[in-house]
Nanobody, 120 residues
Framework: QLVESGGGSVQAGGALTLSCAAS???????MGWFRQAPGKEREGVAV???????IYADSVKGRFTISGDNAKNTVYLQMNSLKSEDTALYFC??????????????????WGQGTQVTVS
């Protein structure tokens, strides 16, 4: 089970940190953050492998950071310099295979319920 938290409303230029708490016996080889804006397809934002390797979408490079705390079974997405185009429903997901880019949604069998991020 994956549970996201930390979404909210923020002004452009602001920052938010999303958290994704994982529970259950899942072989989480790759953890990813995705987002879906109204009327758009779900897209990958950032992924992190078990070895700590990270990959980011070009649109968030230099602004977002994905990280994890193994002791807490939690993955984070630090979002800085937020823009209006970052407004979306953000999901975390877990894959049992290694990370690839662009991430295929079908490779992630485990999803959280999503947390809304609104940038105005």
């Amino acid at each position: 089970q994956l549970v996201e938290s930390g979404g909210g409303s923020v002004q452009a230029g602001g920052a938010l940190t999303l958290s994704c708490a994982a529970s259950g016996n899942i072989d989480r080889r790759c953890m990813g953050w995705f987002r879906q804006a109204p009327g758009k397809e779900r897209e990958g934002v950032a992924v992190m492998g078990r070895d700590g390797r990270t990959i980011y979408a070009d649109s968030v490079k230099g602004r977002f950071t994905i990280s994890g705390d193994n002791a807490k079974n939690t993955v984070y997405l630090q979002m800085n310099s937020l823009k209006s185009e970052d407004t979306a429903l953000y999901f975390c997901a877990a894959a049992t295979s290694v990370c690839n880019w662009p991430p295929a949604l079908s490779a992630y069998p485990y999803w959280g319920q999503g947390t809304q991020v609104t940038v105005s």
